[in-house]
């Protein structure tokens, strides 16, 4: 009796080793430094859960040839790499290992805390306002065009400027290709702001959203540290706009809100500015609410702990790589605005470019457009806004999709264009 119960214990822990052994599975890579194009060796290089906790699972280093590799228990869970190089995480590009991948790469880049050809593209003053608040997110996305490509980290990476009395509510950024997480302004003084956050090549997206108190009537004027492609404001309808500096300002037909841009903007020039009345703007601001707050701070080792702001972000969770999506619609969206705003700066830009061969054009100003027939009706305009709606949504969707890894790169570049096609020819019309 002893004997075959013996024979039944040892049959089903033969059973469990090889069920085990069974699902087991090696996971492999290679980092490769994109300044030199060889590959990176002595790489700290972390296996991660793809849970809320982003734990742990295995540490290693790249080999002389950038290879590295993971055994892993659970080939049916989501899993992540990061690697560490000159003090800051990188991510694959591709995002997280899905179940029944194997292999992924991921390229880092030497670092300094001096970088050349790093610029500001876009920069976006959004603000609304109720009886005693104005409240504002200012949103600034800055080129990485370095040439061989590095990363700027170190302290103070990006400076910037907030009106006197701003109250900062959140501060976010968003890595180029990565999830907005939420990171901290240091206060320098006099209204001066600093984020040591590593700029990576490519477009990083800072958001600082703040508030104001308010009374009817505030007046502005934006520090320019820095040349600036485009500066852009805009507000609510029912609020009042009027130009007091020496920039030129042009508006930008927009059915749901007023927009006023400069462009080509010096260090330096004066964008004094003041607006008046309230209102708020259609978004969806308020489902960041409801659908949980921002991801922790990329130094963090949770949402609960507190951040940690050094170079890179530290060893936390990489909460700036693709990552569980429903909580961040928001950051999201307001990410996309960008993309947006880049849109209609190019069909501005496309018409300014036709109306010179007709009319002189003005230093810093757009060129007036030719006279356009006057409608005779709404409904163009009406379907025009459902359209530009919609094409938020479907860019709002094709993200998600892409993060998720629901469709190939060359889908995801295929419907891409073709929105960005879309988008520039409703927004033309809307001119």
Known sequence: MKSAYRQLVLTLAAVLFFACAGTAA?????VTN???GKPSAGDTVELLEMQQSMNVLASTKTGANGSFSFNTADPNSPHLVRVMHDGVAYFPAAGP????ATSTTVDVYDSSANVSDVSTNVEVM?????????????????????????TLSGKKT?????????????????SPGGMAITTTANPEGSGKYSFDYAIKP????FEIAYHLPYSGNAKFTPKITADVQHFVVMMPKSMAFQ??????????????????IATNVKAGADLSFQVSGTGTLPDDQAGNQQQGQAAPDQGSPSASMSPDNRPGGGLGPPTDAPDPLHAYRWPILAGLAIILFCGALFVINSSNQQARATAPSIPGHFATPAPKKEKTASAPTENNSMLLEGLKQELFDLELEKQQGHISDAEYQQAKAALDHTLKRALSRNQ
Do not use: C
């Open 26 to 30: 090696t996971i492999t890579g290679t």
């Open 158 to 174: 990006y400076e910037f400027y907030l009106p006197d009395g701003a109250q900062i509510d959140q501060a976010m950024v968003q």
């Open 97 to 100: 290992i899905r179940p029944g």
């Open 34 to 36: 994109a300044t030199s």
């Open 202 to 205: 490519g477009e990083t997206r």
């Open 126 to 150: 959004r603000m609304q306002a109720d009886g005693g608040n104005l409240q504002l997110i200012q949103l600034i996305a800055i080129k990485n065009a370095s040439n061989p490509p590095r």
């Open 243 to 260: 130009s007091n500096g020496s920039a030129k300002f042009a508006p930008m037909n927009d059915p749901t809100a007023t927009v006023q």
